[in-house]
């Protein structure tokens, strides 16, 4: 009976982190300037198809994720569009957000099962790679992994040390003063919006073109409603969505592992721990009131209309 | 919402043609419900290959119409009662879950016939099941699997602990083992049927644990370009999966449910339809085996088609004694033949495999 081979491991987890990883830290983004999008599965997954045709026709992966990120932000411009400007509710928009995602990728996607997207080479050479434990780990990736990395290093420099970072977190706390002290509140969420459905077809690339190299209906099954669950395990802090993510996949990746080690423990459980964690975690952060009071923004899914 | 269209067209059109000087001539209509996409190219696909097989033979004297992605459950009756009230005559529901709400709605609606894939319950006289004898397939899939790997670690993506998949397991693992005395199955259960990413990370765990041909009860094509990146061999599962071929994919276990769909109309437009139990294998076409590609040395194709062509002629049954339970005791005695009933309860591994069957 063999063991389990810890760098394959953390290799294998990191790869299957990063969409979700991805959708998150945009989606951060998002609820810190007071807006709840319900829709990152459909974006998601529409960044997916998107990604996955215009890298298979176009022969570059670049493209592809360029085009997975364009497509994520236009579905989200649909959403910013009517809760921003049409005042519609959040929740239910977001909802229609990801059945539409969901309809109309498989609609986009008729024909490309089966194809077979472009090599995506990895930005260090193959010999980095074969060092001893700490090559496969830190140079063995494509270029959106070491992305999704920096971007949490980003977000949490941008949201916590920067001016604009505090603008966002205004507007997510109390868009009325926001507002009165001339901060365009519309507009700085439509922006944070679009990035979060920028990173969400990001994601959704990454699964496509990277992780599982095919496209099929509905393939993110479900990926994107755990980015949303990550936002709150992470209590809206950037690398706690980070740790979250790689927890998150390292069960994934560890529970498939014990298994085909032949270890002999009860699989059913395994295979359901991640969604358990995630659950108790919700839990844990719903039951202590003031500490989600301090870390939600106060804002949140509440509908913004200027008077005055 | 493209099916939703389709659900209000038929309805429309059925409401349209209640007409009574038309009664006659109405297109006999014939309901899908699928577990999956018809662009799963597995399972699902080969489903609705089937479904396009019935239009075209019947031309204009059938009507089909489909709902995909249909969870198994609540949403499974709702979906049928809509489908029986639009007017269709015969409904096939193609998914194991679909059997309590393919009884259930059978009972209201007592003048549409029901055909349930893979399920044994026919509580009423308009249910009649049917299912492939995919266990044939699996031990033509298992005795390439024994030769091909270098390992001895074969990995298998299992989707969940029923029957139907512990039976292929076991049926795969005697056929190895016969070839090959040294091989080992590694098994993941994905507790899925459909899912490209589970099924792709499943397929690199068993090959970071040392498996170098892998067999999928899963109904994606994901692991198959795990396995081309590894280097690695699989089979094609549901369907021929040749866009892979001829490397990972070096055979496949093929469901043709055509002729079975198009005789089973014919008999609803004949009025011959009786409740009947279907369990048909190589022999009658229902299991097809893919061409075995040339990333298999001669001799193994030779000797896989040989066990192919006994197990259709009904020389051969893949379960044939002498065979013991995993727990060493004795199962089927020196040229003894599993029943049926045996085979569709199977809840036990052979002797050989190590793990535990999940509860």
């Not at chain 1, 890298?55 to 994720?65: I, K, M």
């Not at chain 1, 209590?235 to 927890?247: E, F, M, T």
Request: glycine letters at 10%.
């Amino acid at each position: 009976m063999m063991g389990i081979d810890p760098i394959t491991l953390i290799v294998a987890l990191i790869t299957v982190s990063t969409p979700v990883l991805l959708a998150a830290i945009g989606e951060l983004v998002v609820e810190k300037t007071g807006v709840l999008n319900l829709g990152v599965e459909g974006m998601m997954i529409t960044g997916a198809v998107m990604g996955f045709v215009v890298a298979v026709n176009t022969g570059s992966p670049t493209l592809g994720f360029l085009a997975g990120m364009a497509s994520g932000m236009a579905l989200s411009l649909i959403f910013g569009v009517l809760t921003q400007l049409l005042l519609s509710n959040q929740v239910a928009t977001g909802l229609a957000l990801t059945l539409f995602g969901l309809g109309l990728s498989a609609l986009l996607g008729v024909g490309y099962p089966g194809s077979t997207p472009p090599v995506v080479s990895d930005p260090f050479p193959a010999a980095m790679a074969e060092i001893p434990v700490i090559g496969p780990i830190l140079f063995g990736h494509s270029l959106v992994i070491y992305l999704s990395v920096l971007l949490v290093a980003a977000v949490w420099y941008v949201l916590g040390y920067t001016k604009m970072g505090l603008i966002i977190r205004a507007v997510g706390e109390n868009h009325d003063a926001a507002h009165a002290l001339g901060y365009k509140v519309i507009r700085i969420r439509l922006m944070a919006i679009m990035f979060g459905g920028a990173c969400a077809g990001l994601g959704g690339a990454f699964l496509s073109i990277v992780r599982v190299q095919n496209w099929v209906d509905g393939m993110t099954a479900g990926a994107g409603w755990i980015a949303l669950a990550l936002v709150v395990f992470a209590s809206w802090k950037p690398w706690r969505a980070l740790l979250g993510a790689y927890l998150f996949g390292g069960v994934t990746a560890l529970q498939l592992r014990l298994q085909a080690a032949g270890i002999d423990i009860p699989v059913e459980i395994l295979a359901m721990s991640p969604y358990v964690i995630t659950i108790v975690v919700l839990v844990i952060m719903s039951s202590d009131k003031s500490r989600t009071a301090l870390n939600a923004p106060a804002a949140l899914g509440k509908v913004f209309h200027a008077t005055g | 919402m493209k099916t939703l269209t389709k659900i209000m067209a038929v309805s429309a059109l059925s409401l349209g043609l209640a007409a009574p000087a038309l009664a006659q001539d109405d297109p006999t209509q014939v309901g899908f419900i699928y577990v999956g996409s018809i662009g799963d190219l597995g399972w699902t696909y080969e489903h609705d290959r089937a479904r396009l097989a019935v239009e075209e033979h019947f031309g204009d004297a059938v009507e089909t119409s489909y709902v995909e992605n249909v969870p198994e459950g609540a949403d499974a009756e709702r979906v049928l009662t809509q489908m029986a009230l639009s007017g269709a005559d015969l409904i096939f529901t193609t998914s194991f879950g679909y059997m309590d709400p393919t009884n259930a709605v059978a009972e209201r609606f007592p003048n549409v016939r029901f055909e349930h894939a893979t399920g044994y319950r026919r509580d009423h006289p308009n249910v009649s099941t049917y299912s492939a004898r995919f266990y044939e397939g699996r031990a033509v899939m298992g005795h390439i699997a024994g030769h091909m790997t270098e390992s001895n670690i074969v990995g298998y993506i299992a989707s969940f602990p029923i029957p139907e998949v512990i039976r292929g397991i076991n049926s795969a693992f005697i056929h190895a083992r016969e070839v090959n005395p040294d091989v080992e199955f590694r098994i993941v259960w994905a507790y899925t049927w459909f899912d490209p990413a589970v099924e792709a990370d499943a397929a690199q765990a068993l090959i970071d644990q040392g498996a170098d041909v892998i067999m999928q009860h899963t109904d994606s094509t994901a692991p198959m370009t795990v396995l081309a990146e590894a280097g690695a061999f699989g089979f094609g599962q549901a369907s021929d999966m040749y866009q892979f071929a001829p490397a990972p994919r070096i055979s496949a276990i093929i469901d043709d449910w055509a002729p079975y769909y198009i005789a089973r109309t014919q008999a609803v437009m004949d009025g011959t339809w009786e409740s009947t139990d279907t369990w048909d294998g190589i022999g009658p076409g229902m299991v097809g085996i893919g061409e075995m590609t040339d990333a298999i040395p001669e001799e193994v194709r030779a000797s896989a088609q040989a066990l192919q062509a006994a197990i259709a002629a009904g020389d051969y049954h893949p379960f044939t004694g002498p065979l013991n339970r995993q727990d060493g005791s004795a199962w089927l005695a020196e040229g003894e033949v599993a029943d049926d009933g045996t085979l569709l309860g199977m809840n036990f591994y052979v002797e050989g495999i190590t793990g535990d069957v999940p509860n």
